[in-house]
């Protein structure tokens, strides 16, 4: 199975380096990129692009991370499979934490990260597990 993944950040460096993580990665394709949540929105629902998992950043400018997973999220029947979604911060902000949970999030990893995190980290959300970078779950 390819997890295809769909990369959300209003930082294009930061997009680029995961994209380049990802590469030579067997089992992942990442399938689009948006800069913003209104583009994420655009690509995901009404351009009906396909992703298994979305990396999506916690705060941009305009719609934040939080909005578009819920915006996402509701254009999915009940019962379909919509993609699953690891937020990704610089913050491990315990209020942050809590509103990407509610809002669905089936993960939250810090961009500080080590490569083999982001992968495992990938592949678990993927799979219907969750996770959680050690100093956000502590």
Request: charged share 25%.
């Amino acid at each position: 199975m390819t997890i295809r993944v769909f990369l959300v950040d209003d930082h294009p460096l930061f997009r680029a380096g995961v994209r380049l993580a990802m590469e030579d990665v067997e089992d992942m394709d990442v399938v689009g990129e948006a800069d913003s949540g209104e583009d994420a929105v655009q690509a995901l629902v009404h351009e009906k692009i396909g992703a298994d998992v979305i990396l999506m950043d916690v705060q941009m400018p305009g719609v934040s991370g939080v909005a578009a997973m819920a915006d996402i999220a509701a254009a999915h029947q009940p019962g379909a499979d919509a993609p699953r979604v690891l937020m990704m911060s610089v913050t491990d902000d315990d209020d942050m934490v809590v509103a990407a949970l509610r809002a669905g999030a089936h993960g939250y990893l810090l961009k500080g990260a080590p490569r083999a995190e982001l992968i495992r980290a990938v592949r678990t959300v993927a799979l219907k597990g969750a996770v959680f970078s050690p100093t956000v779950a502590a």
